[in-house]
């Protein structure tokens, strides 16, 4: 069976703060992708990042920074000096075989001025 | 530069009403889907297409049909609404082939009263 854990329901931080939010995964599959989406107060979702199984080098897109480690299972998203504009829900997601996306339960981050 | 597009963003629906959410993409996308989102439990899969004139269930398929009449369209029924449907509807696109990103429109938010 799929799954995606997201154990941090909510996290609140203030502005500048560096910020980790967990995701951990379990599939018997040996080719999956992994996904970030964020989900704005706006309720919109919006796509952050793409991941496949075999590519677990770490990659850095501004502030943002993702950690890729199939040995413990996780993907895990580091925002650096967060800002207000980063509260939102975030969401973790797995796709494996037929493109089915499996999500975690997302994490609220706020960040205060 | 619409991406997925969602009619209508927000409805209240008496308990036995139907109704039909439309999604459109015009990304040229083979696969569509529908995503409901309740809180706590991030998002499920309802129905999908892999394509034009075929539909499939997916995690929470009761209560709800499909149509997929034309590739960028993708309709989503609720025959005899119940206060239980209330919820976010996401639609979403991807192109066919597996690992592809899977994009989302901006959502629609329904109440069954």
């Known amino acids: 069976a799929q799954k995606v854990t997201q154990a941090q329901t909510e996290i609140s931080v203030v502005e500048k703060e560096d910020v980790t939010l967990d995701c951990v995964y379990e599939t018997r599959d040996t080719t999956y992708y992994l996904f970030w989406y964020k989900q704005p107060p706006s309720g919109e979702l919006v796509f952050l990042i793409r991941r496949n199984s075999f590519d677990e080098q770490n990659e850095i897109s501004g502030r943002y920074s993702w950690n890729f480690q199939k040995s413990t299972s996780s993907f895990n998203f580091t925002i650096t000096a967060s800002q207000v504009v980063d509260s939102a829900v975030y969401f973790c997601?797995?796709?494996?075989?037929?493109?089915?996306?499996?999500f975690g339960t997302g994490t609220r981050l706020l960040v205060s001025p | 530069n619409a991406g997925v597009t969602q009619t209508p963003k927000f409805r209240v629906l008496k308990t036995g009403q139907s109704m039909t959410l439309l999604c459109a993409q015009d990304?040229?996308?083979?696969?569509m889907y529908w995503y409901r989102q309740d809180p706590g439990m991030g998002l499920r899969l309802i129905h999908y297409?892999?394509?034009?004139?075929?539909?499939a269930k997916g995690e929470v398929p009761d209560g709800y049909n499909v149509s997929r009449l034309k590739k960028q369209n993708f309709l989503l029924g609720l025959e005899s609404a119940a206060p239980s449907q209330t919820s976010v509807y996401f639609c979403?696109?991807?192109?066919?082939?597996?690992?592809?990103?899977?994009?989302f429109g901006e959502g629609s938010w329904l109440t069954v009263v």
């Open positions: 997601a797995l796709l494996t075989g037929f493109q089915k996306l499996v």
């Open positions: 979403a696109s991807s192109f066919g082939s597996s690992g592809n990103t899977i994009y």
């Open positions: 297409s892999v394509g034009e004139g075929t539909t």
């Open positions: 990304m040229n996308h083979e696969y």
